[in-house]
């Protein structure tokens, strides 16, 4: 089955700076690769999403690369604010035909912005 | 957006009962949900698939006579814990898959409820 590993397990930052998250995967089958943000005690939000087709995907300060010949994706968070602190999962699926999009994730980064 | 939810986000109950918490897809049709069970500072570990109209695929390890999935209609996925006991005290999360609409198809996309917190006591 899949295997999703993600680094590093914690990383902290400056208010200001950028935040770099990493995820491999052991699948070349997998084709779709959602990043999810969670609060403590709340659910996870889906941030970003990028699928195969596409090398890279930004929505504003949040952009996603996909290497798909490496089997690795990452998360770019520019111009952190206090509020991006957060614990950030990345996940991999099958995502076409039939398939039910199953989701392997990471162990998650724990993300701390100091102001 | 889509709307997943799920109820109730907060129970306690006595060890050897029974409870079920509900997953609703509020703005979709749902034919695939997931199960989650998540640890303190820990990640997503998913328990079960739930079909609409059809069995749960159970993951390795998964009691499914422990936990019973329902997957009744194509908005609803409910999860038993029966005769709980103070080890499934835990978070349980719910996800669902919403088909993928509009040109160009943009694809399906999961959506989490938010959580439920069970302590057996």
């Known amino acids: 089955g899949e295997n999703v590993e993600q680094h590093p397990s914690t990383l902290s930052v400056q208010e200001g700076d950028s935040a770099v998250i990493k995820c491999t995967y052991s699948?070349?089958?997998?084709?779709?690769f959602p990043w999810y943000k969670q609060e403590l005690g709340k659910r996870p939000q889906l941030i970003i999403d990028?699928?195969?087709?596409?090398g890279e995907k930004k929505d504003q300060r949040i952009a996603v690369t996909l290497n798909k010949t490496a089997k690795h994706f990452s998360l770019h968070i520019t111009e952190t604010q206090p509020e991006d602190s957060a614990v950030y999962f990345c996940?991999?699926?099958?995502?076409?035909?039939?398939?039910?999009?199953?989701?392997?994730f990471g162990k998650g980064t724990l993300l701390t912005v100091n102001p | 957006g889509a709307v997943v939810s799920q109820h109730p986000s907060r129970v306690i109950c006595k060890s050897g009962t029974s409870v079920k918490i509900e997953c609703r897809s509020l703005?979709?049709?749902?034919?695939?949900m997931f199960w989650y069970r998540q640890f303190p500072k820990k990640s997503l570990m998913l328990m079960a698939t739930?079909?609409?109209?059809?069995?749960?695929?159970?993951e390795q390890g998964v009691e499914k006579d422990k936990f019973l999935i329902n997957h009744a209609s194509l908005t609803l996925s409910t999860l038993t814990v029966t005769s709980a006991h103070p080890e499934d005290s835990s978070f349980y999360i719910c996800?669902?898959?919403?088909?993928?609409?509009?040109?160009?198809?943009?694809?399906?996309?999961?959506?989490f409820g938010e959580g439920s917190w069970l302590t057996v006591v």
């Open positions: 996940a991999a699926a099958l995502g076409s035909g039939g398939s039910n999009y199953k989701l392997t």
């Open positions: 990028i699928r195969s087709n596409v």
């Open positions: 699948d070349s089958a997998s084709n779709y």
């Open positions: 739930s079909n609409e109209g059809s069995k749960a695929t159970y």
């Open positions: 996800s669902a898959r919403r088909p993928g609409t509009g040109y160009p198809y943009a694809g399906n996309t999961i959506y």
């Open positions: 703005d979709f049709q749902a034919t695939t």
